[in-house]
């Protein structure tokens, strides 16, 4: 097939089509040319597809076309992550809705009550994270005997998250009897073995060779040391309006980093395991409707994050599985837009840009650090250290509270109002309750700081 390929040959109802043209979908994607057809043929299907490729409507509108005119619960959705499940569910809404094919959301970090009744009203599509339908299926409040349809979405990623064991007792209570399509963006290991368990004579479908990235981003890699990341990071965003998002390795340095962009006066959000639902929602919903420029994130939160237009993709720190690359990167220059990705790579993250390089099979085009940038001169000649980690943050009421840094730091992202005095301790400044995302003040120094060694 080409990439003129038109949705109406691909086998959808006059309804489906109308629900495109209003999505704005003019031509399918390779992955819907490929999966929709032998999807609405009731055929069990292996989708090989990166992230962003247009997947979750490739296994939608094939569902909303099997049950449509049907009662009861028919399909079920399993997704790694709360955000990417909450998409699939408003995806589902947009196609699904003037078909009547509902769909309840079953996630962690939420009440279970309302979903429990979600769950006993019939909606004819479950949208769940594994641990909260197993919760459920637990307490007798969800059933699966009515499953026609099984996706799996993001299956390397669930398989990674240790979700197996839930994975296996949610397939126990399926029907044997029942179509079973499986995506994920890669093929390797654990998920061919799933797969090979749970489905039978699949179609494959691949679109992209395991390790592939959007044509359309434009990579780059900058070499430098760790103690000048702080200040190459600013230098770029300085540099352009794009929206950003920043990839770290570990919660810690996603909070850390979080304020040294705050008070640089960048309007920036973050989203990571330690924060509550309702954070990580107010944080996302502000990322795409562009009140937060910068979004900081960590893999595992990040994934499903759907937003169009992400102009820049900034690896703050490499990740640790080559994967993970592919992943990120992937979060730009998603359907039809191009984008950047700019990785961060200190002397002790070589080996892996070697896997990264490896893996894609594309070396990635080194670019000279801005040393003479004025941001980046500013910033290097301002340095100041991170504050011993302990110090950083207390829990209050559930929610990381942050303990301003040492003298001249601290303070928000915003303009305007009064500098509080930096003689205050840390102690006193945290029990007037003010976050970075409330307080604020103009913006203070910011520096370098160092990372912690991974544990
Ligand atoms: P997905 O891989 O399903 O997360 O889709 C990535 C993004 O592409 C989402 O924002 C979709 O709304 C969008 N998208 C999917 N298919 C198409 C299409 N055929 N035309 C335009 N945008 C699409």
Redesign the pocket.
Known sequence: MTHLTTFDSLGLSASSLAALAR???????PI?QKAIPPALAGRDLVGCAA???????AFLLPIIERLDGKKGTRALVLAPTRELATQIAE?LEMFGRSRNVRGAVVIGGVGMQPQVRELREGHEVIVATPGRLVDHLERGTARLTGIEILVLDEADRMLDMGFKPQLEKILAKLPKQRQTMLFSATMAGEVASFTARHLRSPEKVEIARSGTIPERAEQRVFLLPQQEKAALLLALLAESKDSTLIFTRTRRRADRLYQVIARAGHEVARIHADRSQGQRRMALDGFKDGKYRILVATDIAARGI?V?EIGHVVNFDLPHVPEDYVHRVGRTA???ASGRASSFCSPDERDQLRDIEKFTRLPITVAEVPRESAVFREVVARRVDAPPPGRTYRRQGGSAHRHQKSPGSGGGARSGSTQRSSSQRPAQRASQGKTAETSSGPPRRVGSWKPRRPR
């Open positions: 999505a704005g979908y003019e031509r399918p994607t819907q992230t962003g490729t247009g997947k979750t409507a995806h759907d169009e998603r359907a039809a």
